[in-house]
Structures are given as C-alpha cells and as structure tokens.
C-alpha cells in the first residue's frame, strides 16, 4: 500500500493499538524486592532503572502524528535507533537531577543569607531604616576587621577595654586571633549551653562557692575574668541569636581559644621566649604563629580606630601591639638572617 493511502493508515493504527495493549507494564523495583537492608548504591541504581523503565515503556499516544506517520517498522537500524533513545533519556535524567541539586543548594544559601542578614539586621550592622541593606557605622568598623567581626566590633564599640592596661589588652585580644575549626571541637564545645557554664564557673570563682576546676578558666589571669564574663556573654546572645535563625554551625564565631591568654599575657609582660613558653605542652611554632595572628589582628583595629575617630583606643593598641611585636616575634626567618650575615662578611 502506498504510504498515505487510507488502508496504510488504518493498518497501522490497529498494529499500533496492538502494540500499545502489550506495552510491558512499570516495574517498581523497590516495592518488588521488598529489601530491608539496601546500599545507598543500590537504591540510586534502582531508582534510575525505574525512572527510565518508565520513560521508555510509556503508551505512545494515538493522537502522535509523528509517530503515526514514521516508518518504525520498516525502519533497518531499529535496535541503533532505540539505543540512541535510551541514552537521550538517561542524558535528560543526569541534567534533571543536576538541576535538582543545583536548585536545593541554592535554596540553602538562600537560607542562610536571609538568617544572616537578619542577624547583622538585629545587631545594628546593617540600617534597617532603609530597604537596601546598607551597612550601618557599625558595619562599616566591621569590615575593617579580619577575626571575629560581630563580637568583638559589639565589644570595641561598646568599651569592654577601654580600662585595660596594654598588657591586658593583648592577652584578651588573643582569643580572638585564633580561630578554631570544626574539627577542633568537642560535642562538649559544640553545645548550645557550653558558654553558659563558662560564665557560671566564673561566676563561682568570683565569690569562691562550689567552684569545679575548669581547663579553659583555671590559667587565666583572675583580674581578667569579669572581662572574660563579658565576651562570653556578648558571644553567648550571637550564638542564640543564630540558633533562632537556624544557621549552619551557629557555635563556630563564638567559641575562643583560651590556653593561649595566660602565655601572651606573660609575653606582653615582658618575659623572655623560654620563660613563657615553660611547662606548657603547646608546641612553640603555634605560640608564634598566634602571636603573629594577634599582631595582623591588632594593626586592623587601629587602623579601624583612625578611621573612625576612637584615637585613644587606637594608642592604646598601638601600645599593646609595641608589647608584642619583639624579639623572635618581630625578626625574620632563620634562613634570611643567615644569607644577610653572609652577605655582610662579603
């Protein structure tokens, strides 16, 4: 018959209805198996099965024009043809899931930049008298730092040191040039509660009742808990405030590195290298790498400071940046000092 006459039609429609009857039905490999223990694997491989046995087992619809016009079955390389099929859908499944990824990922972020927003929006970093997200004065002295810029621009701002002498001031300083990663904490750490038992036993130090030793608070300095008290305080209302908002890791910018305080703070007073780092089990190269943080840290705060106007808390810094910036702290590394003296001798 010829392509187009009527009986070609009507034959192959009743082919293609015949055909449509016996189209094997979707399996539902999962519901069939009834697997109790399955691999993530395994699931994956199963679930892709099942998508593209769905795809390639789907009724052709009799109102196709295309396909009720094409010459499948007179077609020479039908298995090639179906192959190509096959892997055209397997190909528009890959980009599918990849956009799917894609899209809940950056429903996250979104998330999390709207909770972060919120955050600096209730702290008074960002104007909330506009609608364009500006960055308050506040922001503005923020941006200026490199560690830790919500507490300790919220503790700068509101004077938490302004009665420390220099060598306080870096040893309080010097929890915030160190910061912890991940990884560095324990289930302990990582609690919502942790920052309130701190300044509880600091509290109990203070008045000398029912005080339990505590590793993070016994070598610091006495005179310098109350200051202490107040930075944990000040981080403990920013790791609530990022809880309410369901922030990824809300503990990570208010959790400090304490066994550092009672080293820069004897370093600041003058004592020698060996002097401060004895009877101390942390490794000497992190003590100068901490203290050149604290150094890069200070110099970003009286920068921060003549920008805004604070020059007596910018003397200050100053001051306590003079402390601890010396001796071994303060020359360059052994490989250069050798190759000047040779140079020198020259």
Request: hydrophobic share 35%.
């Amino acid at each position: 018959h010829e392509v187009n006459s009527p009986q070609h039609n009507s034959s192959f429609c009743v082919i293609y209805t015949t055909l449509s009857d016996n189209v094997p039905k979707q399996v539902d490999i999962t519901k069939e198996l009834k697997a109790d223990k399955i691999d993530e694997e395994d699931v994956r491989l199963f679930e892709e099965y099942s998508t593209i046995n769905d795809q390639l087992t789907y009724p052709l619809s009799i109102s196709d024009t295309t396909t009720l016009n094409s010459n499948l079955l007179k077609c020479p390389n039908l298995l090639q043809h179906l192959n190509r099929v096959h892997q055209t859908i397997r190909r528009k499944l890959t980009i599918k899931k990849i956009e799917t990824n894609l899209a809940d990922y950056q429903l996250q972020l979104s998330k999390e930049y709207t909770g972060r927003l919120n955050v600096l929006k209730e702290l008074g970093f960002i104007d909330s008298a506009t609608q364009s997200y500006c960055l308050s004065s506040k922001g503005f002295f923020a941006c200026e730092l490199i560690k830790k810029e919500v507490v300790l621009t919220q503790l700068l701002l509101d004077g938490f040191i302004d009665n420390l002498l220099a060598p306080d001031i870096a040893a309080v300083l010097s929890v915030f040039a160190n910061e912890l990663r991940p990884y560095d904490f324990s289930l302990e750490k990582k609690s919502s509660s942790y920052l309130k038992e701190l300044v509880n036993s600091i509290d109990r130090i203070n008045s000398n009742t029912n005080y339990v030793s505590n590793n993070d608070l016994d070598l610091i300095p006495r005179h310098l808990l109350p200051v202490f008290k107040r930075i944990l305080n000040c981080a403990y209302e920013l790791e609530t405030l990022q809880r309410f908002h369901n922030l990824i890791d809300p503990y990570l910018e208010s959790r400090f590195d304490l066994r550092l305080v009672p080293l820069v703070y004897k370093w600041a007073k003058g004592y020698s290298f060996s002097a401060t780092i004895a009877k101390c089990d942390l490794p000497e190269g992190l003590l100068i790498k901490s203290l050149l943080q604290l150094d890069e840290l200070i110099r970003h705060i009286v920068g921060a400071c003549r920008q805004f106007g604070k020059h007596i808390l910018s003397l200050k810094m100053c001051e306590a940046r003079n402390l601890i910036y010396r001796d071994i702290v303060s020359s360059p590394s052994l490989y250069i000092l050798k190759g000047i003296k040779s140079v020198t001798d020259d």
